[in-house]
């Protein structure tokens, strides 16, 4: 594991510190569970603004709709053999 060293704002530090002890966690855990939902966030931010951009693209949907349809004759297909 790699170490990384940072400064913090003295409020932020006050913050991390009650919460170590109010969780009986170490600091450095709090931060990078932090760093990671924060992280995990802007990859979903990434997916959204994707998912806006292919929504206005018509060549996007059209095939997004020709694969819904493939998915739902599949579904038909498979109660059929039931």
Not at 31 to 47: N, S, T
């Amino acid at each position: 594991m790699a170490t990384y060293t940072s400064t913090l704002p003295d409020h932020l530090l006050k913050e991390l510190a009650k919460a170590s002890k109010d969780l009986k966690m170490p600091k450095n855990k709090i931060i990078e569970k932090a760093v990671e939902i924060y992280l995990e966030q802007l990859d979903k931010a990434a997916y959204r603004r994707s998912f806006k951009r292919a929504s206005k693209d018509k060549d996007m949907m059209a095939m997004a709709e020709e694969g819904m349809a493939d998915y739902y004759n599949q579904l038909l297909k498979f109660e059929s053999e039931d």
